[in-house]
């Protein structure tokens, strides 16, 4: 019980924008034409991930996606497409094949959400478990180096094999002027 009247409908209002700014940086990143327009929709999408991982009772990790997702990868993104030099002019597309695909896409995109939206209504929910911590930085450290250590290693390593790859990329890609 609340002791505040209408404090559940703030809270309301907040997830609610919280997830409205996710969808909206999302939806922006994804189908921006400029690729500083898709950084700053990502950012804006991991600042609304941050707001529903506080509404989740982590602020752990909602401070985690700032401090790393828009303080560091968005601003590394920012930097790195201020410093590259510019190539030449992308080929383009005609407007007929790039119209297919993106109807295809979202043919795609609606059997997904239709096949989703029936299993999550379709199918009665279970009781939410029991919490097994209390979401501080000792438990979430202790839960990654015992229960969850292999799948740790292994994002270390699809890490490192994407910064081969960006090194050989970048040692190959481009022209000699």
Known sequence: ??????AERIAEGIFLLCAAMT???????????RIIRGVCGLALCCLGLAGLYYFLHSPFLALMEVLIYVGAVCVTIAFAIMLSEPDEPAAHL?????????????????????GLLKLGLGQ????????????????????????????FELISLVLLVAILGA?????TGRQRA
Do not use: E
Request: proline share 11%; hydrophobic share 50%.
């Open 94 to 114: 005609p407007r007929r094949i790039s119209l297919r695909w993106g109807a295809l896409a979202l043919v795609v995109g609606a059997a997904v959400f239709a």
């Open 23 to 33: 969808a909206a940086g999302a939806l922006i990143a994804a189908l921006s034409r």
């Open 1 to 6: 019980m609340n002791p505040i009247p209408g």
């Open 167 to 171: 090194l050989g990329i970048a040692r």
């Open 124 to 151: 009665p929910w279970p009781p939410a478990p029991q919490r097994l911590n209390d979401g501080s930085v000792k438990a979430i450290g202790l839960s990654l180096l015992t229960t969850y250590s292999v799948p």
